[in-house]
């Protein structure tokens, strides 16, 4: 997610040569937040990655969305750790009490599954199904529905912050409280169905 919310078209006077308009991001900076559907329509809290070298409390506000995880990394992107600590803090428990085998179909990059991630796997009933690469935009789930309806969310989120605040910056207690709103009120049961749907993997479409 980047903090821009994208340009529109305004309303100035016809003698002005240099219309300008102030936003409250810099267009530039990004945080990753790993989302996580199933077939059924749920959703998991987000998980947050920062770009930093360290973790404060206050990043992840104790109000914000329930069940909500944040972690860091120098890049801010995944790294296998990170994705160590979604699996076994984050998506493990949300899948205890399912019958098992279950189903993880991930679309990030092979790098990022260790043997360790594999073993961990096994070890509670989750089996890994790593898309081919090039492939998501037609097989992953997210891609092929729900991203758009989330994007087109964001950027409206970063609009309504921006009238309201007079395009106050997005430190990072406030960008917790957007994914808040955008988890409660824009990731729905329907969108996450059709996009497995559309994808052929739920109901299987060969």
């Not at 899948?95 to 279950?102: G, H, L, N, Q, T």
């Not at 009933?125 to 492939?135: A, D, K, N």
């Not at 994007?151 to 808040?180: E, G």
Request: aromatic content about 12%.
């Amino acid at each position: 997610f980047n903090d821009d919310p994208g340009r529109k078209q305004v309303i100035v006077k016809r003698s002005t040569k240099y219309p300008t308009s102030s936003h409250s991001g810099t267009g530039k900076a990004h945080t990753t937040v790993l989302m996580c559907t199933s077939a059924s329509g749920e959703c998991l809290p987000p998980y947050i990655i920062h770009k930093g070298v360290h973790l404060y409390d206050t990043w992840c506000p104790k109000n914000g969305f329930p069940g909500t995880r944040c972690n860091f990394s120098s890049t801010g992107w995944v790294e296998k750790p990170i994705f160590y600590d979604w699996l076994s803090r984050h998506f493990l428990p949300s899948v205890e009490f399912i019958k098992k085998p279950v189903l993880l179909i991930y679309d990030g990059h092979y790098t990022h599954i260790s043997t360790r991630i594999i073993k961990l796997a096994m070890t509670n009933g989750v089996q890994l199904e790593c898309l081919p690469p090039h492939s998501t935009t037609i097989l992953q789930p997210l891609d092929v529905v729900t991203r758009t309806k989330v994007k087109t969310a964001w950027q409206k989120l970063l609009h309504q912050h921006k009238f309201k605040t007079n395009s106050a910056p997005i430190d990072k207690v406030k960008f917790a409280y957007l994914i808040k709103d955008l988890w409660q009120n824009n990731l729905l049961k329907s969108p996450c169905q059709g996009g497995f749907a559309k994808a052929g993997i739920y109901p299987f479409d060969p």
